[in-house]
């Protein structure tokens, strides 16, 4: 069964609409591990428009379970990754306008800068993953580029609309599974993923861990914060790849 990883950036997102100290990030991520998350995720962006260095900082303290940084390649926040050294990080692209990380990283226009964070960020003992669409080009680029493991987008699952469009996104990802562990690359798998769309990508074999936010963030409005790590969780329980006998 893959692993969840509960991203906290969208409760960040509520305490900056009033640019107030709550809801706190790091309490969420205590309520995450309660719920059964096996890692938390946030994302530092260099206009700190959610997560703070502060929270940062504080969850590298704190948390328990594996810690994902989603970042930039910008050089200040390749330096506060290697300061605080979290578990993992995951390079995502970024771009000021956008509501949330749409599209993956393109490892192979920036291969030379690529290889060179990885680098630092493995002296400064992080496994790294590289956040990308299901490619071939992108997904070899990224093992050539040292990364231990890829996460696939799967925004072009979840925004498909009827079953014709939803089974050639499925096709997509398989493959990118399948070259991906060809290269010897560790696969998850992130965006747009919710208690609604969770099953079909849960029960392809290859994923050993998915990355949500918004979805459980969302249903923790309603029952709180581990009630809806639990919920996800037992999704990904009863969607599991079943075991070849």
């Not at 050089?75 to 290697?82: K, Q, T």
């Not at 000021?96 to 990283?105: H, K, N, P, S």
């Not at 925004?155 to 493959?175: C, D, I, K, Q, S």
């Not at 919710?194 to 990508?201: D, H, S």
């Amino acid at each position: 069964m893959a692993e969840l990883g509960v991203n906290i950036d969208h409760v960040a997102t509520v305490r900056e609409a009033r640019k107030t100290n709550e809801p706190d990030p790091i309490w969420a991520a205590a309520e995450a591990e309660l719920g059964g998350a096996d890692g938390i995720t946030f994302h530092l962006r260099e206009d700190r428009r959610h997560i703070h260095d502060r929270d940062a900082e504080i969850l590298r303290r704190t948390v328990a379970v594996k810690l994902n940084m989603e970042m930039a390649i910008a050089p200040e926040i390749v330096r506060i990754a290697c300061r605080i050294k979290p578990d993992q990080c995951t390079l995502v692209p970024e771009r000021r306008q956008e509501i949330t990380t749409e599209g993956g990283l393109n490892v192979v226009k920036y291969a030379a800068r690529v290889k060179q964070v990885v680098k630092r960020l493995h002296d400064a003992g992080a496994i790294c993953s590289a956040f990308i669409e299901p490619v071939p080009d992108q997904i070899e680029a990224s093992a050539e580029c040292g990364f231990d493991a890829i996460e696939l987008w799967t925004g072009g699952y979840a925004h498909a609309r009827g079953p014709r469009a939803v089974r050639r996104e499925l096709r997509r990802l398989a493959e990118g599974i399948a070259t991906a562990r060809r290269w010897g690359l560790i696969v998850h798998g992130g965006h747009g993923l919710t208690y609604r769309n969770i099953g079909p990508v849960a029960a392809m074999p290859g994923f050993t861990e998915f990355n949500i936010g918004h979805s459980i963030v969302s249903r923790a409005v309603f029952v709180g914060i581990r009630q809806a790590v639990r919920e996800m969780k037992d999704l990904l329980i009863l969607h599991a790849p079943k075991e070849s006998p």
